[in-house]
């Protein structure tokens, strides 16, 4: 009999909405797999190995290969012309023996056989730029790509090799060996592009005011492509919107450039003697002591005198980089330059400025404070910046990174007036690519595969330097702001995106080139996810311990997505496959609400439930324990029971139990609860999340409580809590913060929030 009473205990305190679903016939799908979204993420995932661990850090048979250059490179400024010289010498790390090596001609995407344009189909553009215009219908195009005119090995034998639009094969005479090294060399040249006219992430910018070019160069130069354990040789073409991937190496660059020109680049200028004037090199020694304000290297009217007049001669400028995965420069007679020192860690490192007077004055005045600024945000959640400079760039409509140096947008009128719009847009596209020394300059991912990789961890971190901006440089602020408004991250902002057409959304983890909306999907979206999983799933100090982790681990080195994520569990004790899956694998987006509240009084009569049950075990009332009874506010069962008058605070039952089970001491801390509610979430988006609740008490008072995401474990659309309180519960409210990126708030309150529509306020006024 003792058995058979747990047994039927143990079926009566089930909750009421499984008894219901038992009750009902099951749904029959034929074929239908039940997709938990708490499905481990063992088949999206590739099997550890020596190369990657199961905790997300590199193997202990981790490697990677390595490719230092050479360079010689000359810009003929009259015909903007770029030609180079290069000696490519490639270690491989890898056990795998190398018959060839491939080879990155970025540039050809613009050469007239280029199959970018072909792969467009979008049909007529309604609004398009001049110069793209011109150069797609009225004449024969832009003659750009790589010329390459030489391919030799060390001897200077000719290397047979092949093209293959933007990647080029060199066939080794013989195999390349684990722990070998070979040096081959290359010569070429190409016509540099008008990238404001034209497109394009470098090239130049034509002054028709002074007749002057600003240059800002990159993937001028073949460039390795990496080999590593994912993906053999990364053979992905460029297509001209995926970025890179990128080997590590050391540098040796050696540019010229006409004399009156300035130029700053990746790496330690190396003849600074040479290519200074003595006020700069006395301006230079005095930047390096200035760690409040930026100190001018090159004055506004100097750079306006240098305007005026066309140098003959030229001059050589001489960089060594160790460590970098690319080399950037910029070049230009127009450029002011500044330059400030700032203390990371216990190194002191350059925050450096370019730009020409039509960057001014927005650009002395926040340039270089916004370099500083993200060196030391970003150096506080991932490590301290390991280079000794980091160079910004005024380049017109750019946004564009390089180890050291990058290009940057953000131009006043030519009054020298700007908008709110263009100086916070300056400032974030100033942290933002600088941020991207972190990822992924150093954090070296595959950017031509996973643009999230570096875009959303990098807009992530981008976030948290521009609220350290605002709060450090309040005099950067608008009036009316009290902190910088940040465009990327709230979750609130993510909204409109996520909820919007799914069939032009794609997952996170699809390649850039292949996915709608870019912005949004390898920027906003990862971006936003990281600071929701910061702020609100896991708390900063689980979150910032493991993103640090992840970063040192994987710091001059190639991590792939799930490196990324099994770090993040690894470090934190979170399993956040669900977060992943949900977040990074689909399209589905958060919805959660109340659903329905239902108010219980505690009874010591038997009601309809506890009969029913009995009446199923053919047992009889008298045979049970004693039961506490709940009855439902409003229910005949209430009706009746108030009628009666035998609607109790506390029943019988629980009396007695509680005088025989608890000394006097013990009773005098009980606590009494009044109120009992049964409160329905409904999740009719597809993300599962932590529910948020803020509970509004009568008194005014109110309580916020967090369910993790796992309530949804059992039940992915609606779950239910009782709620026991001693005050009566006026106003229930999910996500009250918006923190979540919740896309339909109108479920989200209890009693339901009728917002008065625009017509009914019209009726109302009409009355008045
Ligand atoms: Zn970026």
Sequence with gaps: MKTLKYLFLSVLFI???????????????????????????????????????????????????????????????????????????????????????????????????????????????????????????????FDGGFKIEAVKDINGKDLPHLINNTMMRVELPKALLKGEKVSFSIKWWYNINDYVNMGGRSGYEFFPKDGNRNYIIAQFFPRMAVYNDVEGWQNSQFWGRDEFALPFGNYEVNITVPSDHILDATGRLVNRKEVFSKDMMKRYEEAKKSYDKPVLIVTQAEAEEAEKSRATGTKTWKFQAENVRDFGFATSRKYIWDMMAVKIGDKDVMAVSMYPKEGNPLWEEWSTYAVASTLKSYSRMTFDYPYHKAISVHAKNQGMEYPMICFNYGRPDENGNYSDRTKYGMISVIIHEVGHNYFPMIVNSDERQWTWMDEGLNTFVQYVAEQDFGEWYPAALSPGHDKYPSSRGPAANIVPYMGGDQDFIAPIMTKGLNTYQFGNNAYGKPGTALNILRETVMGRELFDYAFKE???????????????????????????????????????????????????????????????????????????????????????????????????????????????????????????????????????????????????????????????????????????????????????????????????????????????????????????
């Design 550 to 768: 992840y970063s040192n681990r994987w710091m001059f080195k190639h991590p792939t997505p799930e490196d990324f994520f099994r770090t993040m569990e690894d470090a934190s004790a979170f399993d956040l496959d669900w977060f992943w899956r949900g977040w990074f694998y689909t399209t589905d987006y958060v919805d959660m609400g109340v659903k329905e509240v239902k108010k219980y009084y505690v009874s010591s009569e038997p009601n309809e439930y506890a009969k029913m049950m009995a009446k199923r075990y053919g047992m009889e009332l008298s045979d049970l324990p004693p039961l506490v009874y709940m009855v439902e506010e409003g229910s005949e069962e209430f009706k009746e029971e108030m009628k009666n008058g035998t609607l109790l605070e506390n029943s019988t039952p629980l009396k007695e139990y509680v005088m025989d089970n608890f000394s006097e001491e013990e009773r005098k801390t009980m606590k009494e609860p009044k109120y009992f509610y049964n409160v329905t979430f409904e999740k009719p988006g597809g993300l599962v999340m932590p529910i948020i609740v803020e509970y509004t008490y009568a008194d005014g008072t109110s309580k916020t409580e967090k369910y993790p995401a796992q309530i949804w474990r059992l039940n992915d659309k609606e779950v239910s809590k009782a709620v026991a309180s001693d005050k009566e519960i006026v106003k229930i409210t999910v996500d009250p913060n918006l923190e979540t990126a919740d896309v339909d708030t109108s479920n989200n309150s209890w009693p339901k929030e009728v917002k008065q529509s625009d017509f009914d306020k019209f009726k109302d006024e009409v009355k008045d």
């Design 15 to 141: 909750s009421a909405n499984t008894f219901a679903q038992e009750q009902e016939q099951p749904e029959r799908k034929p074929g239908h797999t039940n997709n938990n979204k708490f499905k481990q993420l063992y088949d999206e995932f590739s099997t550890p190995n020596m190369f990657r661990t199961a905790s997300g850090a590199p193997g202990p048979a981790y490697y990677q290969q390595q490719a230092d250059y050479k360079m010689d490179i000359v810009i003929d400024d009259d015909n903007a012309k770029l030609s180079g010289y290069e000696t490519i010498t490639y270690t491989n790390n890898s056990p795998d023996p190398l018959n060839y090596l491939w080879v990155q001609l970025d540039q050809n995407m613009r050469a007239k056989d280029s199959e970018t344009p072909l792969i467009e189909g979008g049909g007529v553009a309604q609004a398009q730029q001049a110069g793209r215009f011109a150069s797609s219908y009225m004449t024969d195009g």
